[in-house]
């Protein structure tokens, strides 16, 4: 999905302004978009720069010293791969030969790091045409070569000035594993700003708020037939895609508060909505949905339930938490994971039929396993909550990865963390 800047404390701060004069995530601020697809050009010629190389195997660093506090469970302790007060929403993804790869924001700029055999490489750093920003990178590994997109956007100063204007979705690419990075160029449509980004077989697969919001939410498919667009009819989207090519998207349902499930059928979208948890959620709302799919090619979908508007946050639902819906039964079978709430993030062992998600809340970053009796276990693996945590699983190593923003204790440094779990440890 698009990446978040903030944890759900910061959301929910952010909606009572929200509900004071702006829009909140639950009540979205653009118009539904029409159902009709729609086909373009390919994508206009590069209008930023290239960036710098990436460093070759040799500028390879150690890890840096790591924090005083030490995780449980397993899990490694944080190693600080990105330093900085300004990195943000990390993303990751891991190649064929178990690599870990990682891009964040930082600033005005798209970070870039990469693991090697001795230890994360030293940032790259994306640059950009001079009075822009590039932010919230979505990052993808389709065979031998990985892939960085980003939105650019022209910040708007001075009272008022609102959101920043939308430049357009942005894409660079390398080749694995020390090839040189590409210059940035522009997919899809000027305006638009990414929210969820895959690439397989060669095929590019972007959700995105379609021309600086006034198109609303697309489905771009862009492969060797061209560009083409597909009205979503939400918000706040997850994108994966299944091994039988289609792709499949979880999304904030425009206008009912719901969160919609739409699969890609070759020429539009089939859509339906999870059912709302038992009983309703009052004044609550179902947001940040977080999908991943299986072997079968079954969903398996987490969001959150909470309050998110009004001047003073309403009081809520006896439904508030992190919950879990699959259609691998044929229909939607929901569950609330745990009464926790924060941000979320879900990966999948496909082979084994294994599930693991990560809750970042008040009382920490919670990992959560399936078990074989279909019970989900609870593990906190660090004591206080972070920003952005993003959990990958490596089906070649059997390991599993996860990303954060954020400051592991009081006295560790700010910046981009992160930790793994061996498979014999899972």
């Known amino acids: 999905m698009g990446g978040r800047r903030t944890g759900l404390a910061l959301i929910l701060a952010v909606a009572l302004v929200a509900a004071c004069g702006t829009a909140t995530s639950g009540s979205p601020s653009v118009a539904p978009p029409t159902s009709t697809p729609v086909s373009t050009a390919t994508a206009s010629p590069p209008v930023a720069t290239a960036s710098q190389p990436l460093p070759s195997s040799s500028a390879l660093v150690s890890p840096q010293p790591t924090p005083s506090g030490g995780s ?10 990105d330093p900085g007060s300004q990195c943000s929403t990390p993303v990751a993804a891991i190649d064929g030969s178990s690599r870990d790869h990682v891009a964040d924001w930082c600033g005005d700029s798209v970070h870039y790091m990469a693991s090697g055999p001795a230890g994360w490489s030293t940032p790259a750093v994306f640059d950009h045409p001079a009075g822009l920003v590039d932010e919230d990178p979505q990052i993808a590994v389709d065979g031998t070569k990985v892939y960085v997109a980003y939105s650019q956007v022209m910040p708007l100063e001075g009272c008022g000035g609102g959101a920043d204007q939308g430049v ?25 700003l990414l929210q969820s980004f895959r690439v397989v077989n060669g095929t590019s697969y972007a959700v995105v708020l379609g021309g600086g919001h006034n198109e609303g939410t697309v489905l771009e498919v862009s492969g060797p037939g061209g560009l083409h667009r597909y009205a979503v009819a939400g918000q706040n989207a997850s994108l994966r ?12 349902s425009y206008g009912d508060g719901r969160i919609g499930f739409a699969t890609f059928t070759g020429t539009g979208l089939s859509a339906s909505l999870i059912p709302d948890p038992p009983g309703g959620i009052g004044d609550s709302s179902n947001f940040d949905p977080h999908l991943i799919l299986d ?24 439904q508030d938490g992190t919950w879990y ?21 879900i990966t ?8 693991y998600a990560l809750v970042d809340g008040a009382d920490g970053m919670g990992f959560f396993t399936n078990q074989l009796n279909g019970n ?29 923003s954020g400051s592991p204790t009081a006295s ?11 498979a014999q440890q899972q």
């Open 325 to 345: 819906a699959t259609n691998a039964s044929g229909s939607w079978q929901i569950s609330r994971l745990t009464i926790e709430t924060g941000e979320t993030s």
């Open 72 to 81: 449980a469970n397993g899990w490694t302790t944080p190693v600080l791969i």
């Open 412 to 422: 560790d440094p700010a910046g981009i963390y992160a930790m793994t779990l061996a």
């Open 348 to 355: 999948a062992d496909a082979k084994h039929g294994f599930l």
């Open 376 to 404: 989900w276990g609870r593990t906190t693996i660090l004591p206080d909550a972070q920003d952005s945590p993003s959990i990958h699983f490596d089906p070649v190593s059997g390991s599993l990865l996860v990303v954060f």
């Open 168 to 192: 357009g979705v942005y894409v660079r690419t390398r080749a694995l594993p020390d090839g040189a990075w590409s210059v940035a160029t522009r997919l899809g449509q000027a305006g638009d």
């Open 241 to 252: 895609v299944g091994d039988d090519g289609r792709p499949r998207i979880a999304y904030e």
């Open 295 to 318: 072997g079968s090619d079954h969903a398996h979908v987490i969001w959150t339930v909470a309050p998110t508007g009004g001047c003073a946050l309403p009081e809520g639902s006896l």
